[in-house]
Structures are given as C-alpha cells and as structure tokens.
C-alpha cells in the first residue's frame, strides 16, 4: 500500500466523521492525529542497504522476507562450523545471522510502511494489527475497518484516535470507552451517541461537557467543534 491509497483512506473516514471535506495532508494528519503512537519506523536492509520499516529500531541490523527466503536459497542459513573458544566466539558466529525480520506480515495484502500485521488488508504505517482493513497511522488492533490513529481497540470503524475501547463508530478522540457512536471526545462512557466532551456517560444522547443539550442547540456547537478540530 502506498501514500496515495493511505490518503484516499484518511479523506474518507475525515469525510465520514465530520462531513467536510479533507483538508489535510497525508503527513499533517499524521502529525497531527498519530503523534503519540509507536509506528513503524524507516530503517535499512543490512544485506542489501534498501529502505524497509520495523517498529522497533533497537536491533542494529535488519532484513527483509524477500532477503531472507534469497539466502535460504543460497544456504538454508547455516554457517560453515568453526572452532569455539569462548562465549565471545559464539556471540560474533551468531551476529553473522542475527538480522531482525522487518515488515511482518502473515496472511495479509497491500500493506505498506508497516510491520507485525496478521490476516488484514490494506494497511499503512501501522503495527500490531490483527482482521483489519483500510487502517492508518494505528498501533495495535482487532477487527477495525477505516481508522487512522487507532491504538489498542476492537471492533470500530470509521473513527480517528480511537483507544482502548471497542464498538466505537464515527467518533473521533474516544478513550476507553464501548458502543460510542457519532461522538467527540468521549473518555469512560458506554452507551452513547452525538456527544462531545463527555467522560462517565452511559445511554446519553446530545449532550456536550456532561450537559444535556436540544438536539437543535447541539449540532449548533457541533460546528463550531468541527471547524476547531480541523483547523487549529
């Protein structure tokens, strides 16, 4: 997957979410929607200098799938045996084979910048993914279709910083929260839809600070959120 798609991604959930056209590039999204998550980082193929993505940057050499099936090829792996003298010996054998696998990924397609991803499709810049598709700029997650900036939830779709929670959908900045829908900024609520800056909430509609609200005077103030969200 590339930045192209991942963008058609990104203005379609923006889209979804807050009825507005997408005003934001693909990198300003990300700095503005993912800048707190542990993503894939850029780093390079030890055995051939190309660029490929890991989420952890510790390791200090790296290889592809593709380089590591090509020397599979040339010697299943094995090194020619050697005389050991010392623990020394055994770790500088080892160091000639220890490359970290990069860009993990098992029973998925059209992934892209990411790395450990398991039975999803169309991902970009994401890890710790599990039967997800069209996700972006996530880290970690199961069953969640169109989310940007997602990080440890389940079960949601169409939403932007969705954490820790599951059953969210069309809702943007939800924390540890269940069945949220068509809300912002909700932390610790179950049970919600249309409210804003709400924490604690349970089976409440319009309301916005823990307040209740018409539903006319409400979606007033959404607007007016919206354009905040969008623009600062």
């Given at each position: ?96 084979t220890n490359l970290t696998k990069s860009e993990r990924t098992e029973d998925s397609i059209n992934i892209g910048a990411s790395d ?117």
């Amino acid at each position: 997957m590339d930045a192209v798609q991942a963008k058609e991604i990104l203005d379609k959930v923006v889209g979804s979410i807050f009825g507005f056209e997408n005003p934001l590039s693909l990198d300003e999204a990300m700095e503005k929607f993912a800048f707190d998550l542990r993503l894939p980082q850029q780093v390079y193929d030890s055995t051939t200098g190309a660029h490929t993505w890991a989420v952890s940057i510790n390791p200090s050499k790296f290889i592809t799938a593709e380089n590591i099936k090509k020397r599979a090829i040339v010697d299943d792996w094995m090194l020619p045996k050697r005389e050991i003298n010392s623990i020394e010996d055994v770790i500088l054998a080892w160091s000639e084979t220890n490359l970290t696998k990069s860009e993990r990924t098992e029973d998925s397609i059209n992934i892209g910048a990411s790395d450990h991803v398991l039975n999803s499709e169309n991902v970009y810049r994401s890890t710790d993914l599990r039967n997800s598709k069209n996700v972006i700029f996530t880290e970690g997650g199961n069953n969640l279709e169109y989310v940007v900036a997602g990080s440890r939830s389940q079960t949601s779709s169409y939403c932007i910083r969705v954490e820790d929670s599951q059953l969210i959908s069309n809702s943007f900045n939800v924390i540890w929260s269940s069945k949220v829908t068509n809300s912002f900024f909700v932390q610790d609520c179950y049970d919600i839809m249309d409210c804003m800056f709400c924490s604690h909430l349970s089976g409440k509609r319009f309301c916005i600070a823990n307040m209740q609200f018409t539903e006319e005077e409400y979606y007033k103030i959404k607007k007016q959120v919206i354009e905040w969200i969008l623009t600062t």
